[in-house]
């Protein structure tokens, strides 16, 4: 008889959450998912920094109601990242990572609601629970931030507690290729939901990280894993078969992982039509790039001109024992991630988060004192802030999301800048005065930046670059309209698919009789010593005087 959790129909008082306008979760469709966020890095559970678009969890109250319903509740974004809006209101579905045919099951969420699990929020079965829980939305076609934000919203855990759910749920959707593969060859039938999410939660903490550290000791993540299958009632009665075949891939670890390794999603932990884009895109280089997305993304900060230079701040950063370097002319890679209020100076505005690719956009723009400037697609404000610490100038800042332009309301307010915010779609703004440069940062499948979402390459289809071209497209031509003569536009995307970002860019000068400046065009990510930033893509613009 499976032993049943105590139930509890006690509601925790509801914390702050974020919502589409219309009651929406999620981010925008179009949105880059929490563009220029930290995540905490691999091995140790650490807090999850918040910078520009991603506040922290409201802490929870004593206690540990594990309360699901809420996440349930949570309704899916209409999409994540870049997309525009699907015509069915249904959630999409996480691609299936190469599951055999008896293992493709309706992926939908079914979580037993409104019961108290007994388990220590410091624990690691806790952490596994939650992060677990976050896996199941995900599969069920919420972005990773906002199943997080479901489960924060539901679990009363301390910071440490959601550094721990957060980190374990980030490496799970890292390693989703090879967890589902492992799987597969291990158990008998397919698992339950819940229950496949915390085995490709709990597989990646028994295998060495990129750094070739164990993030835990593998009979404690047995046990844990174990525990949290018991105190669930989705999970309970498959308490054993988890011990099992955890049990058995510490047992057989090499001859597993080297089976897996021969299935291409489970090598490379991408959906297969995604690593065959990127095979036909890049012959020379999809492994590198492939490898890049998979990597552990660092926190990487734009040192603001105003306020500092880059030399003071790394002594700044030194006098507090903070290891960094500087590896582009405004920017400042930590050696460790850390939750942004604690970076120094960052509530004051020296710094702002930042990729050190996108740091290029706004130098590139080339904006003079006095200039209009239109940042078309500006939410959080990253680069609209960039701008303006560049140059004063009189700056626009649009995004057809009102919810994420109030983030670049808090950005320059915490730089002390100022712009005007419009909410407007910007294929439809006019603005007769015109304006002598404009940023078309526009919203893309954000395939670039996978290191800091690996959740998008299960939650992308095929067909979604050739639909987010089609809206871009129309949203370059329209700000095309308002360039001054002999002002310049900056196209920028974080996508590697040549249909948003060259192909794009090229069809875009035929149509306008464009002149193409010198830009960086196609930024492979990368991260080392020497480069370290995302994927992304710079095509600059000049109108005829
Ligand atoms: C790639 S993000 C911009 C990132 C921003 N430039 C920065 O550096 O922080 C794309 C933005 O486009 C917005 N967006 C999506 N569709 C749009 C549209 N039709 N018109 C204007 N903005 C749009 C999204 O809300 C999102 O904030």
């Given at each position: 008889m499976n032993k049943r959790p105590t139930l509890s129909l006690k509601a925790k008082p509801a914390p702050a959450k974020k919502t589409q306008p219309g009651g929406k979760a999620g981010p925008r469709p179009g949105a880059r998912p929490n563009s220029g966020t930290a995540e905490p890095r691999e091995r140790k559970p650490v807090v999850q920094p918040a910078p520009l678009d991603q506040a922290?969890?409201?802490?929870?109250?004593?206690?540990?109601?594990?309360?699901?319903?809420?996440?349930?509740?949570?309704?899916?974004?209409?999409?994540?990242?870049?997309?525009?809006?699907?015509?069915?209101?249904?959630?999409?579905?996480?691609?299936?990572?190469?599951?055999?045919?008896?293992?493709?099951?309706d992926l939908k969420p079914a979580l037993q609601t409104d019961f108290k699990a007994a388990l220590k929020p410091d624990s690691l079965a806790f952490a596994l629970l939650g992060a677990a829980t976050a896996v199941v939305q995900v599969r069920g076609g919420m972005a990773l931030p906002q199943a997080l934000a479901g489960v924060f919203a539901t679990v009363d855990a301390a910071p440490q507690g959601r550094g721990a759910i957060?980190?374990?749920?980030?490496?799970?959707?890292?390693?989703?290729?090879?967890?589902?593969?492992?799987?597969?060859?291990?158990?008998?039938?397919?698992?339950?939901?819940l229950v496949a999410a915390l085995l490709v939660c709990a597989l990646p903490l028994m295998q060495a990280d990129t750094a070739g550290a164990m993030p835990?000791?593998?009979?404690?993540?047995?046990?844990?894993?174990?525990?949290?299958?018991?105190?669930?009632?989705?999970?309970?009665?498959?308490?054993?078969?988890?011990?099992?075949?955890?049990?058995?891939?510490?047992?057989?670890?090499?001859?597993?992982?080297?089976?897996?390794?021969?299935?291409?999603?489970?090598?490379?932990?991408?959906?297969?039509?995604?690593?065959?884009?990127?095979?036909?895109?890049?012959?020379?280089?999809?492994?590198?790039?492939?490898?890049?997305?998979?990597?552990?993304?660092?926190?990487?900060?734009?040192?603001?001109?105003?306020k500092g230079t880059v030399e003071d701040y790394l002594a700044q950063l030194?006098?507090?024992?903070?290891?960094?370097?500087?590896?582009?002319?405004?920017a400042v890679r930590l050696a460790r991630p850390m939750g942004v209020h604690l970076i120094p100076g960052f509530d004051a505005g020296l710094v702002s988060v930042q990729d050190a690719g996108a740091q290029l956009a706004?130098?590139?723009?080339?904006?003079?004192?006095?200039?209009?400037?239109?940042?078309?697609?500006?939410?959080?404000?990253?680069?609209?802030?960039?701008?303006?610490?560049?140059?004063?100038?009189?700056?626009?800042?649009?995004?057809?999301?009102?919810?994420?332009?109030?983030?670049?309301?808090?950005?320059?307010?915490?730089?002390?800048?100022?712009?005007?915010?419009?909410?407007?779609?910007?294929?439809?703004?006019?603005?007769?005065?015109?304006?002598?440069?404009?940023?078309?940062?526009?919203?893309?499948?954000?395939s670039?930046?996978?290191?800091?979402?690996?959740?998008?390459?299960?939650?992308?289809?095929?067909?979604?670059?050739?639909?987010?071209?089609?809206?871009?497209?129309?949203?370059?031509?329209?700000?095309?309209?308002?360039?001054?003569?002999?002002?310049?536009?900056?196209?920028?995307?974080?996508?590697?698919?040549?249909?948003?970002?060259e192909a794009q860019a090229a069809a875009f000068a035929v149509r306008n009789r464009a002149t193409r400046l010198d830009a960086p065009g196609q930024l492979l990510p990368v991260g080392g010593a020497e480069q370290d930033h995302d994927g992304l893509f710079y095509a600059l613009f000049q109108k005829e005087a």
């Open positions: 922290p969890a409201p802490a929870g109250a004593a206690g540990t109601p594990w309360n699901t319903d809420a996440i349930r509740r949570h309704a899916p974004p209409r999409a994540t990242g870049g997309k525009p809006a699907p015509a069915a209101s249904t959630p999409r579905r996480a691609e299936p990572s190469g599951l055999r045919a008896s293992h493709h099951r957060q980190d374990i749920a980030y490496r799970a959707m890292r390693q989703l290729g090879r967890s589902d593969a492992l799987v597969t060859a291990m158990a008998p039938k397919a698992p339950e939901p835990y000791e593998a009979f404690t993540v047995v046990d844990q894993a174990v525990t949290a299958a018991g105190s669930h009632p989705d999970t309970a009665r498959a308490k054993g078969m988890v011990n099992a075949l955890l049990r058995r891939f510490l047992r057989e670890r090499d001859a597993l992982l080297a089976t897996a390794a021969l299935q291409p999603v489970a090598r490379w932990n991408y959906p297969q039509w995604w690593i065959d884009a990127a095979v036909t895109a890049y012959p020379q280089d999809w492994q590198r790039i492939l490898a890049a997305g998979d990597e552990a993304p660092p926190l990487t900060l734009r040192v603001n001109p105003r030194a006098d507090a024992g903070i290891a960094a370097e500087r590896i582009g002319p405004q706004a130098p590139l723009l080339d904006v003079q004192d006095g200039m209009r400037v239109l940042d078309a697609c500006a939410a959080p404000g990253g680069k609209t802030c960039h701008i303006l610490e560049l140059a004063d100038a009189d700056v626009t800042a649009l995004d057809a999301d009102p919810r994420r332009l109030a983030r670049v309301g808090e950005n320059l307010e915490r730089l002390q800048l100022r712009a005007t915010l419009q909410a407007a779609e910007a294929q439809a703004w006019t603005d007769e005065s015109g304006y002598d440069r404009i940023l078309a940062d526009v919203p893309c499948t954000a670039g930046i996978v290191r800091r979402h690996p959740d998008i390459r299960w939650l992308r289809r095929k067909g979604d670059a050739l639909q987010l071209a089609t809206l871009s497209g129309e949203i370059l031509d329209n700000l095309w309209q308002m360039l001054r003569p002999n002002g310049k536009l900056l196209f920028v995307t974080c996508s590697l698919w040549p249909q948003e970002s």
